[in-house]
């Protein structure tokens, strides 16, 4: 049976605070739920992080994250005309070397770099992914590679990815061209039987913007949202939702109220450095 559930979450961001090129910033959020014994859920966070520019004009930086749900991450790197090496614990967002879940705690070093349009990109190091049925032992290793050429609108890619430590990489080549609106892209990857192809549109006219997108694997999606002042209504569908779902938002001032077809309702208030929120989710149990 399907019970109401209202919570009221304040969230506070902490002032940022810079001291020769270094920046600390984090936030604090408390979520109460009506029903309970009030006992608030607390999620903190820290970052720090610094920046210098080096005399030879290569930039180095160093970010650390704490307190977040995902435990202490950091990064350093350096920058300059070759491109960004980058090593530590959160390298995965730089380099998308875990394509199914890069919130994972990975532990590498990556290069990116772009030279004569060309986009190139490599990481390698350990990744810890303990929810993949797939993979007997939590911790691999992983070694990804690839690289990317636009020329006037034409994209053609190609990447190699091993996530698991003695495993076969999985090598995927793409291509992209788009019309105006409309992008066309062909992908093979080299443990698929046949390439997919996807078609996406996407246009705004006047209030209403509206995105269309199909692929030869049977899947497809459409949104369309039209704003009238402080209110924007949106239809979303797609081959899993069995029908449209509807969402309407008012905003005034610091103030947005958004409703949608389950009966969710979620109020939220912007106090400057905090986040005052009411929500009501109609499938809590």
Not at 230 to 255: Q, R
Not at 265 to 284: E, H, K, P, Q, T
Request: proline share 1%; hydrophobic share 45%; net charge negative.
């Amino acid at each position: 049976m399907k019970k109401s559930l209202i919570a009221l979450a304040v969230a506070a961001a902490l002032p940022v605070a810079a001291q020769a090129g270094t920046t600390i910033s984090g936030s604090v959020e408390a979520e109460y739920t009506l029903g309970s014994n009030l006992a608030p859920a607390l999620d903190t966070a820290l970052s720090i992080a610094s920046t210098e520019v080096l005399t030879n004009g290569m930039t180095a930086t160093a970010k650390m994250n704490m307190f977040a749900e995902a435990d202490v991450d950091g990064t350093i790197s350096l920058s300059g005309d070759f491109g960004t090496v980058t090593a530590g614990s959160a390298a995965s967002s730089a380099t998308a070397s875990d394509a199914d879940d890069t919130s994972e705690n990975i532990l590498g070093v990556a290069y990116s770099g772009t030279m004569a349009g060309l986009a190139v990109n490599a990481a390698m190091g350990t990744w810890d992914h303990d929810s993949d049925a797939a993979v007997a032992t939590a911790v691999q290793d992983y070694v990804t590679y690839g690289a990317t050429y636009d020329f006037n609108g034409l994209a053609v890619a190609a990447s190699s990815t091993n996530k698991t430590t003695g495993g076969t990489a999985v090598t995927t080549v793409s291509g992209s061209y788009a019309f105006g609106d409309l992008t066309v892209t062909a992908a093979k990857d080299s443990d698929d039987a046949n390439a997919v192809l996807t078609a996406a549109y996407a246009t705004t006219m006047d209030a209403l913007a509206v995105s269309i997108s199909a692929t030869s694997a049977d899947a497809w999606d459409v949104s369309a949202t039209y704003t009238l002042g402080g209110i924007a209504i949106t239809a979303t569908d797609d081959e899993a939702a069995g029908g449209a779902d509807l969402s309407a938002s008012y905003t005034s001032g610091a103030m947005t109220l958004t409703v949608d077809s389950d009966s969710d309702i979620d109020v939220a208030y912007d106090m400057g450095n905090a986040d005052l929120a009411i929500s009501r989710d109609s499938d809590a149990d």
